[in-house]
């Protein structure tokens, strides 16, 4: 049994407590789409790449577990169980719409369920696709020449990151020429076969160095350095930077959501928000900033270690509360929220977001301690 990351579950939680304030803010009659709420919804943008960093983390230093593509197997049957749960609920409780057989099958095979807000699956495919050629990465990684892998690392990073940052900058070139100059770098996607969730590998691979140089240990037993800039000291030397590091590219990015809000209409989302340069940054920074973090009060220390147990659970369950949560703002019980100030609003939102995702952890809690039942929640 391996020693749990205390860090990694945090920020598992964190990263997950932003996927159901993301979620939550498109499917709510009362967001607010000025200051305060964008401030809030930007944070989303390192959710995702926090998740895949850390699966890099737990999975690439250590040593691979033998009956890796059993593991796999049994994870496609795990989401193909949730999608099918997923498919029930959203035609029989939600129930806005019709859905075909040969509609299923598309989401079962990775596709959308008609136009129900079945998109959140997504990031299991892309997850699926990781594992699948993790034994590759992984004899990359481990070789004493990783050429190989850097090469592969600087191909996405340079047709993701670099080429979407760019792109961004263009944009903003062609707002103050008059001219429209984004669309040179359209051809560029040719030249890429890693497909539009590329860059999730480049996160996962970078999880796995990024966590060489926070801790020490061999295989499954995995000790937690006692000193926490260790093998660091040379890029990082205080986690003040670290913080400073974050905040900037937080800032930056919340200046890149107005802009596309000025020039193309983007409305609480940062588009292209997980390829760019200073959403890489502020997730790798944020990454090394909680990662070493032990958490010696005891009650802290069980409260985050069981939430991260829960991140599977509670992302597979969210969308069903913020379905059945949004049917009761259709009341007059929540009427209230539409005379509140965008301010005090978005601090109300933050407070429903906390109770939906506590009462998604109590859940997934009790039903994984449920023989059988329990099964789909042991991701």
Known sequence: MSKRIVGLDAIKGIAMFLVVLLHYSFYTRYYSSGLAGTAATVLCVVCVPLFFLVNGALLLPRERKPHHYRGVLQTILIVLAWKVIAACFFVFVDGGQQVSFKDFLLFLLGGQLGNYPAGYFWFMNALISIYLVYP?????????????????????????????????????????????LASL?????EFYIFGNYGYTLLYFISGG?????????????????????????ELFSRRGLLAAVALCCYVTTFCIQR???????????????????????????????????????????????TVGKNTFGIYMLHMFALTLFSKLQQTDMLAYMDKMSGFAVTIANVCWVTFLFACCCCVSIILRRIPIVGRIFSL
């Open 259 to 305: 802009f596309q809000n000025a020039t193309q209409g983007a409305n609480l989302i940062v588009l292209d928000g997980y390829w760019l340069l200073p959403t890489y940054i502020g997730a790798s920074a944020f990454f090394c900033l909680l990662a070493p973090v032990h958490f010696g009060i005891a009650p802290i220390r069980r409260l985050v270690v």
């Open 185 to 189: 770098l359209g051809g560029l996607s």
């Open 209 to 233: 160095l990024l966590y060489e140089y926070l801790f020490q240990g061999d295989g499954e037993s995995v000790r937690i350095s006692t000193k926490w800039d260790v093998r660091l000291s």
């Open 136 to 180: 590759l990465v992984k004899q990359a990684f481990d070789a004493k020449d990783r050429g190989p892998l850097f090469v592969v690392g600087a191909v996405i990073f340079g047709f993701t990151v670099c080429k979407d940052t760019l792109k961004l900058l263009l944009q903003a070139c062609g707002m103050m020429t008059g001219h429209e």
